[in-house]
């Protein structure tokens, strides 16, 4: 594989790692790691090759919704108030125009992440060329389409949740 594959490779299993041992790090820890994390993997999953095609080969997607929403439900526990956040998605209309904005919930945005990684991640040490090539054109397709917008969104308010951080450590 290429080093741009080893390194995504790497930051997903940070990240999920993280994710799910979330409850063993305090709060101001795990927000600071997700900072980090989040930018990189953004990156890193830019930087993947285009490989292979649905039609090559396939795999078992398991992470079940009731996994995801046991995550989910976790991380809205840990999280408790601090796992909503404003947002507005609508980017093509002028500011006279903007509709008002909805309710993000970090906990979606880093289960669902989770398990568009953890997916691949659960078949990678174990797969052949083909496989292999199958997992990296999944993990782009999924960013593509659903979780590089998650990355976006929870990154403004893990901004915004360092700097409150930052600011009660004066």
Known sequence: ???????????????????????????????????????????QAVRLPEAGSRADTSYERNITHDQWQRMFGRLVQYLGDRNRYWVVHDIDVVAEEAPEGTLGSLSDDLADIWRDLKNGLMHWESADQRLRQELIWQWRF?????????????????????????????
């Not at 990240?15 to 989040?38: A, G, K, S, T």
């Not at 998650?150 to 893990?158: G, P, S, T």
């Open 1 to 43: 594989m290429s080093k741009s594959v080893d390194e995504f490779v790497v930051t997903a299993s940070k990240f999920c790692d993280l994710v799910e041992n979330h409850e063993r790090e305090p709060f101001d820890r795990f927000i600071r790691e997700l900072r980090q994390l989040l930018p990189l993997l953004y990156y």
């Open 142 to 170: 999924h960013f593509d389409g659903h979780w590089a917008d998650h990355v976006i969104d929870a990154l403004r308010a893990i901004n915004r949740m360092c700097q409150d951080i930052e600011d009660s450590d004066d």
